[in-house]
């Protein structure tokens, strides 16, 4: 919904559903964003950042939770659509911490629920 409407100006009804990324998803517009300073929206789904949060665990030891998650796929999609080139120096900034999630993406059953295992 927020890429759409940053990329328009307009809300499209069409563009609100329900997402499973607890803060992210949120239907709204918020006030407090300056979205002229924004350059770029990536969208992805709810799955990928569930799989990607439990990456990070697997691989980094860092215990993330759902929005960082998000944020390791979104900067995936951005490396796959070229945004970086050798001599990118990318920082990314996981806003959350998994203790939220453990009855969730830490859950293989609430995962295997969801369809993401």
Known sequence: ???????????DPKEIK???IEGLGK???PTATDFDIIDVYEKV???EAALASREIVRREGIFPGYT???VLQATR???TLGMFD????VVLIFPDHGSRY?????SDSWMKKQGFL
């Open 68 to 70: 960082s998650g998000a």
């Open 77 to 79: 999609q951005y490396n």
């Open 27 to 29: 239907n709204l517009i």
């Open 102 to 106: 453990m009855n969730k993406i830490y």
């Open 1 to 11: 919904m927020l890429k759409k409407y940053h990329e328009t100006g307009k809300l």
């Open 45 to 47: 789904t709810d799955k």
């Open 18 to 20: 329900p997402y499973k």
């Open 86 to 89: 050798d001599d990118s120096f």
